[in-house]
């Protein structure tokens, strides 16, 4: 019903940047929250950076002060900015959403994104 598409990754120096997009289907504002997961071929999918409803923003201590999430309602998409880069934030990238009860609770994701990033 509601799809997420992922744009933005690729190979970047470390200390370099990218910045993720994911695009909705709908209206972000049907979502209570959305977020990035990251998994890299070693390790289980870990959440990476969150927005909730009202604007409140949740990192990982591994990327805190690097990433960035936001929100841009009229565009329906939420950003991921990732700042001073480093050889173990290379994974694949997930967009994710979660339909607000009223809208139905269902969870969605995005297909991934991949972050390389060389030493």
């Known amino acids: 019903q509601v799809q997420l598409v992922e744009s933005g990754g690729g190979l970047v120096q470390a200390g370099g940047s990218l910045r993720l997009s994911c695009a909705a289907s709908r209206s972000i504002f049907r979502f209570d929250a959305m977020g990035w997961y990251r998994q890299a071929p070693e390790n289980q999918r870990e959440l990476v950076a969150a927005?909730?409803?009202?604007?409140?923003?949740n990192y990982a201590d591994s990327v805190k002060d690097r990433f960035t999430i936001t929100a841009d309602n009229a565009k329906n998409t939420v950003y991921l900015q990732m700042n001073s880069l480093k050889p173990e934030d290379t994974a694949v990238y997930y967009c994710n959403a979660q339909d607000a009860v009223a809208f139905g609770g269902r969870e969605h994701w995005g297909q991934g994104a991949q972050v390389t990033v060389s030493s």
């Open positions: 927005i909730i409803r009202g604007g409140r923003a």
